[in-house]
């Protein structure tokens, strides 16, 4: 199967800065990459559907312009939280197609 | 729409009983569903997978599970459990095909053993 990095594995950022977290497919060519979000003691929550070389889909509710999904390359996947807030704080995990990268735990101060 | 539905939230077994993790879904088609672990603070690891063949699926660490059609589910079981099986359990279903399409996930299942 895939095997899926994530960079960075944990992160700390001050309210209003933004930070990006790459996903990178190390052995599978990926189209379709996924952004997934989980907040403590619950489940994983689809945020978006990355697509290389076109626009991501983005889940109902998740904005867009917050979230911005870029997915360049068939190896490489990235989701940027911008204007991040303490709310943002959660672990991103991604995925190419059922197998998925270790996670990066953002917390914002 | 496909959904997947994890009966009990907390399952507390001891070292060396059985194991049973509930998943129901709910699809409009036939499914594709997995199970996968979670250890703290870390991704997903896949235990086992349904793709529409044998509906008995052995997966790794011992874990199994049924495809039971009549009954709309899919639950993982472990004959003796272990220490190291304490963690979060996910039932997911697969909306789509392939690599593109994208997993929905039951609300989990923390599975403490006492020993």
């Known amino acids: 199967g895939a095997v899926v990095s994530q960079h960075p594995s944990r992160v700390i950022c001050k309210s209003g800065t933004s930070v990006k977290i790459e996903c990178r497919s190390l052995?599978?060519?990926?189209?379709?990459m996924f952004w997934y979000r989980q907040f403590p003691k619950q489940s994983l929550m689809l945020m978006a559907t990355s697509n290389e070389g076109s626009k991501a889909t983005y889940e109902q509710g998740v904005e867009k312009d917050k979230f911005l999904i870029n997915h360049a390359s068939l190896t490489l996947s990235t989701l940027t939280v911008t204007s991040a807030h303490p709310e943002d704080s959660s672990f991103y995990i991604c995925?190419?197609?059922?197998?998925f990268g270790p996670g990066t735990r953002l917390l914002v101060l | 729409a496909q959904s997947v539905t994890q009966l009990g939230s907390h399952v507390s077994v001891s070292e060396g009983a059985l194991v049973l993790l509930r998943c129901n879904y709910s699809?409009?088609?036939?499914?594709?569903l997995f199970w996968y672990v979670q250890y703290p603070n870390q991704g997903l690891q896949l235990l086992l997978k349904?793709?529409?063949?044998?509906?008995l699926v052995k997966g790794i660490n011992g874990f199994e599970a049924e495809f039971k059609k009549s009954e709309t589910s899919f639950h993982l079981t472990k004959p003796s459990a272990h220490m190291s099986d304490a963690a979060e359990y996910f039932c997911a279903v697969l909306h789509g095909s392939g690599n593109t399409g994208k997993l929905i996930f039951g609300q989990g299942t923390t599975l403490q053993v006492k020993p």
């Open positions: 699809s409009s088609v036939p499914p594709y």
């Open positions: 349904y793709t529409s063949a044998a509906t």
């Open positions: 995925s190419v197609g059922q197998y």
């Open positions: 052995d599978f060519q990926a189209t379709t």
